[in-house]
């Protein structure tokens, strides 16, 4: 039988030695300093960055007493007198100092950790490999048009622990959830009223090491959920449909799926090839709604209205109305960096689709374009299978640019399709940019959807797409 793990006193953190592990680049870690400091703990900040690549984050924080920055590596002087640690998302379970951490029983947490331990109010927890801030942010339009309280936090870039006193009973709480969140959220066996998995495919092998461990701390969402509890799956995964689960089921599909609702199924969504979406209940023989969402739905791509599809299905469990979801579906835009139309320059359109981090992501984007794309694509190698993303490019882009670790691989890989389709590897982003302008011409798109993560070239996604925004605009210039 496992150990129990050591606990945290979440009754009162006065008094508390409290080390935060890394601030991270999206708030997160600065939230939970600044909520550990207000509560009375004592906090020490450790950070593998130096002081001056954190003076903002340290700017910002002036206005607290006494918090004990260590800087420019983590050493085990910084934990060894904590009576617990907030670990940031990036840190992975095989960092030396964390399995000392857990040898030594250390109480590990993190900032995700500490507001569900203290959250009063109903969760909607999305995890996916694909989709998931979409699907989250559309969740919360749809649950805030029907007039109910709701918050949006977790992996999509806002700490909620700032607000964790305004938050009611009655509340809902939507979290987009990261695998790496996930992974410490198992620590406290989250339980999520309703829970929402996208899809699932290869991902972050760079920390989780195996695509065991990464399917394992995805399947947490699902893990200590019980019969009182929903779950809206996406049916055509079939990965994610053997996943082991105790909630009631609702399935999402692409397409009317030909078997009937199982056992497991306690209904079963699909989209028609209009876009409507037909919902069908168990021992019920006739569709219960038919919602033209393709009508509402402002975002593009075939994918987004799968989005849209399991968006509706969990904000209907939430309460929400037809009226609601219609509204909150019309009333939506693109979020930053989520296939994002930034410009418009000598009669190309410019997307920013930055936040592609998975070789899908850029299947899905390219394939939400009639129009010919030129697109800039790689990065950051995260040990992941290429090969269909760059069968994709090779058969459906017009030009690529591709960027950064992966640009090798990929240019390889294109050229083995024998298709013609000019390449370019940059050695900056800067070159790739330009290179795309220079093989479009009036009615094309350029597309920033990388597919691959950014750390090689740019301290995030956000950084990455930033900067793309920012070369566009000095375009209109």
């Known amino acids: 039988m496992e ?48 002081a001056e690549d954190l003076r903002e984050a340290i700017a910002e924080l002036n206005d607290l007493p006494d918090i004990d920055w260590q800087t420019g590596g983590h050493h085990w002087s910084h934990f060894s007198d904590a009576d617990f640690v907030v670990v940031n998302p990036a840190v992975p379970p095989h960092h030396p100092i964390i399995q000392r951490l857990e040898s030594a029983n250390v109480p590990l947490s993190s900032e995700m950790n500490l507001f569900w331990s203290l959250n009063p109010g109903r969760v909607i927890a999305v995890t996916g490999s694909n989709g998931k801030s979409t699907t989250t942010a559309l969740i919360h339009a749809i649950i805030e048009a029907s007039g109910q309280r709701c918050w949006l936090g ?91 689960r105790s909630a009631n089921t609702t399935s999402t599909y692409k397409s009317q799926p ?33 919602l033209p969402i393709a009508d509402w739905c402002t975002l593009r791509g075939r994918h987004n209205l799968t989005n849209a599809l399991q968006s509706m299905s969990a904000a209907l469990l939430a309460g929400a109305t037809e009226d609601a ?65 760059s069968s994709h490019i090779a058969d459906r882009a017009k030009a690529a640019a591709l960027l950064g670790q992966t640009a090798n691989a990929l240019q390889a890989a294109i050229a083995a399709r024998n298709t013609g389709l000019p390449t370019a590897n940059c050695l900056d982003f800067d070159r790739a940019f330009e290179w795309a302008i220079e093989q479009s011409s009036p009615g094309d798109v350029i597309l920033l959807s990388p597919g691959c993560a950014s750390y090689d070239w740019f301290e995030s996604f956000v950084d990455r797409g930033d900067r793309f925004c920012n070369m566009v605009e000095d375009l209109h210039g």
């Open 258 to 290: 030909n078997d009937v609702v199982s056992k497991h199924q306690a209904v079963q969504a699909w989209l028609d090839d209009s876009g409507t979406a037909h919902i069908l209940r168990r021992n019920q023989q006739a569709d219960i709604s038919e």
């Open 3 to 50: 150990e129990p793990r050591p606990t945290i006193d979440l009754t009162s953190f006065a008094g508390q030695r409290v080390t935060v592990m890394g601030l991270g680049c999206f708030g997160g870690g600065a939230a939970a300093v600044r909520f550990l400091v207000e509560q009375g703990a004592a906090v020490r900040v450790s950070d593998q960055r130096s």
């Open 154 to 244: 977790g992996n999509i870039g806002r700490s909620l622990l700032p607000h964790i006193d305004e938050i009611s009973v009655e509340d809902w709480v939507v979290l987009e959830l990261s695998s790496f969140q996930l992974h410490m959220l198992d620590r406290i066996k989250a339980n999520p009223d309703i829970a929402v998995v996208t899809n699932f495919a290869p991902n972050h092998l760079d920390w989780h090491e195996t695509l065991a461990d990464y399917r394992l701390a995805k399947q947490t969402i699902l893990r200590w959920q019980t019969a009182d509890d929903w779950c809206v799956l996406n049916g055509d995964d079939a990965d994610i449909d053997a996943w082991p």
């Open 325 to 389: 979801i219609r509204d909150g579906l019309g009333q939506f835009e693109a979020l930053p960096h989520r296939l994002q139309l930034v410009g418009d320059c000598d009669g190309r359109k410019f997307y920013n689709d930055s936040i592609s981090t998975t070789p899908e992501s850029t299947i899905a984007a390219l394939d939400s374009f009639d129009e010919p794309v030129v697109i800039l694509a790689g990065g950051y190698n995260k040990r992941v299978d290429l090969s269909g993303m």
